[in-house]
């Protein structure tokens, strides 16, 4: 296997099971690795990432749906909260920047104050994506939300998450129930030009 073909088993997927290819603390493990190996503007280390498992991943989902007072899918919402069926195994990752840390950065070094939040809005990106890339690698099924700002202060109340760590997005990891159909692509050629 390559780089390349890690990259292509990476998918949003949407079926996933309670059976979970690893441990609760292998998740912690993965995680942890990924978040000291993705780069980042200056060093900066704003990325933040909150693993909720068992009935914290469950309580999450909860929350989500109170703050969004039922607006959201019964359906959709149980299908990520199914996904830890098992109080071990499946998960939520929520991922943050820290704004003290981009605030901070941006004291010392004024002339690239208003590029700060971008570049840390980047660097939680690429976390994202890496920690998405090193789950499929292992087997594990993932899938991307995005419920803020609707549900940051129930969460941050709720979890005690720092009020200064900005919520990104969510990740709802579990076992691979099924592959996803085939991805829509535009012409590559539209994308990528030479010149």
Known sequence: MTYLDDLKKRRSRYDLTSE?????????????????????AFNMQSQRVVVLTGERHRRFWQVVDEAFEGQVSADKLAGF???????????????ATDTATVEDLQSQFALYTDKFPGWARESVGMLQYAVWTALATEGVGANIQHYNPVIDKAVH???????????????????????????????????????
Request: proline content about 7%; aromatic content about 6%.
């Open 20 to 40: 979970l290819p690893m441990s609760e603390e292998a998740l912690v493990d993965l995680v942890e690795v990924v978040t000291l190996e993705v780069p980042d």
């Open 81 to 95: 909260s199914g996904a830890a069926a098992t109080l071990w195994c499946a998960a939520t990752l929520l991922f």
């Open 157 to 195: 109340e709720e979890f005690g998450v720092p009020a200064e760590w900005e919520l990104v997005s969510q990740m709802v990891v579990g076992g691979i129930g099924s592959e996803p159909g085939e991805k829509e692509l535009k012409p590559i050629s539209e994308r990528v030009v030479t010149r």
